[in-house]
């Protein structure tokens, strides 16, 4: 008698069959210590309809993509297809282990050879590693890349600096300290763009000394760096590195790649740019790629293709930092991109970034009568307002405007960053919405605006619909266990 113990999900790929085995049966006190064995297990004895109606009781306090609009700038929440869902649970896909031998899950690691590939396409880029389980993790391998590659070339202990704009997402300072390396500002012009005069003094004041530099674009405002090509040259040409943040390369995917501005290194997030389900604790996945000087130094194992066809995991790389992640990092979450991936192909590839930015900019002309642009130029896949005036008119916070949008069915918008934005909202639709649902958020938008002006305590002791009112979010960060109480 055989049976089928896992199935390949490629097509004509045939499942491997194993004889079956009989599990041999011994008395319950000979498999486990008198110690815990219960005579009576207190489960409580509930039907099918009471446990399924409290699940989903609780599952519909929360709000998720499938229910609404998620405008989180810089932190793309685009709907997750359901194909990726039927993806994921393919027999080959949802049962094959990283230890049974790679003979057997030849389909398996096809997707991870596929994957890096296609990645590397769309980035630029000579080659990626699947492994890092989420963005920041993926900017920590990138800068240990960094790292590996100038004390290769015998500098690593001169190279010390890692030029971080004052615009940054607030991982790639944490990042590069979690490194090792010393963070140095560049700041941002009045244009919301690096400031060339300031990088080229920090470069000339810090010579010999810089190892990167770390630069998101389009960047956190929501804004194309014009100048990326001068400002990678003028780092190359220093000596460093360039790591692109790749949190925002919802705007770019199909259309334009990182690797030809200029960048060596970079992290993108699965979990975002590609749909895999964002939030509520994972599964994360922040695949890195990188050019041909830092590929020796990419952790092990990277997926292969053998001379004769075949795939493998290769670890044979004497200069390889190591592991960074289990296995070959998180598989599922490669699959669910690799549906993605396969549904929109090359040609339809560069509608993610166009519906991504065109969204982004109608946004951005229907709330400029409302609100102020923080800096009024074409915006990229978000876009940024600073609500100042409206605090100092009616005192009446981004906070407050994030907690009354509560009120009216919406997620609220990333608010008070960046930094450099007095009170700000970022909002990224991206390209997952209708006209239909952005008209509505607009609406909604413009209504508390008018509420801040009409009566301001209105919009100040929001939320009202929420299942839990607003909290006094300084002291209860500051004393968890009272503000619970």
Same mark, same amino acid.
């Given at each position: ?8 999900? $490629? ?34 004895? =509930? ?91 993926? &900017? ?18 001169? $190279? ?17 300290? $979690? ?57 190359? &040409? ?124 109608? =946004? ?54 960046? =930094? ?30 008018? &509420? ?34």
């Amino acid at each position: 008698m055989e049976q089928t113990i896992f199935e390949l999900s $490629r097509p004509g790929r045939v499942g491997v069959r194993m004889p079956a085995c009989d599990v041999p049966t011994k008395p319950l006190e000979a498999l486990l210590p008198g110690v815990a064995l219960r005579d009576e297990l207190p489960l409580p004895e =509930l039907s099918e309809p009471e446990v399924v109606r409290h699940f989903v009781r609780i599952s519909n306090l929360n709000y998720c993509v499938d229910k609404g609009l998620y405008p989180l700038g810089s932190c793309t929440m685009k709907y997750n297809p359901k194909i990726n869902d039927v993806a994921v649970n393919m027999p080959g896909f949802a049962r094959v282990h990283p230890y049974q031998p790679e003979e057997t899950a030849q389909g398996a690691i096809e997707v991870l050879y596929e994957m890096q590939s296609w990645l590397s396409t769309i980035l630029g880029m000579d080659a990626v590693s699947l492994q890092p389980a989420a963005g920041a993790h993926g &900017e920590l391998l990138g800068l240990m890349l960094i790292r590996a590659y100038h004390v290769h070339r015998g500098d690593g202990e001169t $190279r010390r600096l890692v030029l971080v704009p004052t615009a940054a997402h607030g991982t790639n300072p944490a990042s590069a300290a $979690r490194c090792g390396y010393k963070v140095v500002d560049v700041k941002t012009n009045e244009r919301g763009l690096t400031d060339l005069e300031h990088l080229k003094e920090q470069l000339a004041k810090n010579e010999g000394h810089i190892a990167g530099f770390m630069l998101t674009n389009p960047n956190t405002v929501g804004l194309f760096e014009e100048e990326i090509l001068e400002i990678s040259r003028l780092v190359h &040409e220093a000596g460093g590195l360039m790591y692109c943040d790749g949190a925002n390369m919802n705007a770019l995917v199909g259309t334009v790649r990182p690797g030809d501005m200029g960048f060596d290194v970079m992290h993108v997030n699965l979990h975002k740019t590609f749909s895999v389900p964002h939030g509520g604790g994972g599964p994360g996945s922040g695949p890195v790629g990188v050019k041909k000087i830092l590929e020796p130094f990419l952790p092990v194992p990277m997926a292969v293709k053998n001379d004769d066809g075949t795939f493998s995991l290769d670890s044979d790389r004497p200069l390889s930092i190591g592991k960074v992640g289990p296995y070959a990092g998180a598989y599922l979450a490669v699959v669910r991109s690799f549906a993605y991936l396969l549904h929109y192909g090359r040609e339809k590839l560069p509608q993610i970034s166009e519906n991504s930015v065109l969204n982004a900019s109608y =946004l951005k002309a229907k709330l400029s009568k409302t609100f102020a642009v923080a800096y009024d130029r074409p915006c990229m896949h978000e876009a940024v307002f600073s609500l100042e005036r409206l605090k100092k008119d009616y005192n009446v916070k981004a906070l407050d405007v994030c907690k009354r949008i509560i009120d009216y069915g919406f997620h609220p918008p990333t608010m008070y960053f960046p =930094l450099i934005v007095p009170e700000c909202l970022m909002i990224e639709p991206t390209e997952s919405e209708s006209m239909e649902t952005l008209d509505a958020f607009v609406e909604a938008l413009e209504a508390i605006a008018q &509420e801040a002006a009409d009566t301001p305590a209105l919009v100040q002791g929001a939320p009202y619909t929420a299942p839990v009112k607003r909290l006094d979010e300084p002291f209860a960060a500051r004393n968890l266990d009272v503000a619970w109480k």
